[in-house]
């Protein structure tokens, strides 16, 4: 039952780097998002997928990349890191759109100095 | 643009106490509300998810309460435990997009 899984759990970044956040799910859901937490903020929609080949863009894109290739990975690409982008990370996906349960991956902690 | 507002920001109960979490948001035409739960650094649990046609949801010791009409949900945790400490946030789910709420940090003391 691995469900939502995210890598890496803990990463230090220099400002100017790149890295992905890696996202996987294995219950062939259509819909698969990222978000980001701060403190006092709650979460806000980074991107969202709504299929394979099918991204947008949600509340903060600003400095993040993502593609779908496949059903069931969805990876985040920070191209230039910012220490702004210092944040906790988190993957969801469900089965389309309405009424269905979103379900989360344990959460990426991300720190840019 | 979906507002999600939680209060209070922060409550503290004696042990037994009942907690009453209030969510509110701004927009109506959702597809479902969802309470989670979050411990300091770790992920986040769903405890409650709510249809736009339902008016209540129940688990255990907890209850989550909706009025879509007037833009409001309750979560309701009887006799309340130190292991219920923790951060709360409400979603409101609108098509393919999830609007949280900033949470409710409860404190339960033995």
């Known amino acids: 039952n691995a469900g939502v899984t995210q890598t890496p759990k803990f990463q230090v970044l220099k400002t100017g780097q790149s890295m992905t956040l890696q996202c996987a799910q294995d219950?062939?859901?259509?819909?698969m998002s990222w978000y980001r937490q701060d403190p006092g903020m709650g979460l806000r929609l980074i991107h969202y997928?709504?299929?394979?080949?099918?991204?947008d863009q949600g509340e903060v894109p600003n400095g993040y990349n993502v593609s779908r290739s496949t059903t069931e990975d969805f990876p985040l690409r920070l191209l230039s890191a910012a220490p702004s982008q210092t944040s906790v990370y988190f993957c969801?996906?469900?089965?389309?759109?309405?009424?269905?349960?979103?379900?989360f991956g344990e959460g990426s902690w991300l720190t840019v100095v | 643009k979906q507002e999600v507002t939680q209060i209070p920001a922060a409550l503290s109960v004696p042990e037994g106490e009942n907690l009453v979490l209030n969510c509110s948001f701004t927009?109506?035409?959702?597809?479902?509300l969802q309470w989670f739960r979050q411990d300091p650094g770790k992920g986040l649990t769903s405890l409650l998810l709510i249809q736009s046609s339902q008016r209540e949801q129940t688990s255990g010791r907890l209850n989550a309460s909706l009025d879509k009409s007037s833009g409001r949900s309750t979560l309701y945790i009887a006799a309340s435990q130190p292991g219920d400490s923790a951060t709360y946030l409400c979603a409101v789910r609108d098509d393919y997009k999830l609007s949280f709420g900033a949470g409710t940090t409860v404190t339960v003391r033995a």
């Open positions: 969801a996906s469900s089965s389309g759109r309405g009424g269905n349960t979103i379900y």
């Open positions: 927009d109506s035409a959702i597809y479902n």
């Open positions: 997928s709504v299929g394979a080949g099918i991204t």
């Open positions: 219950m062939n859901h259509e819909y």
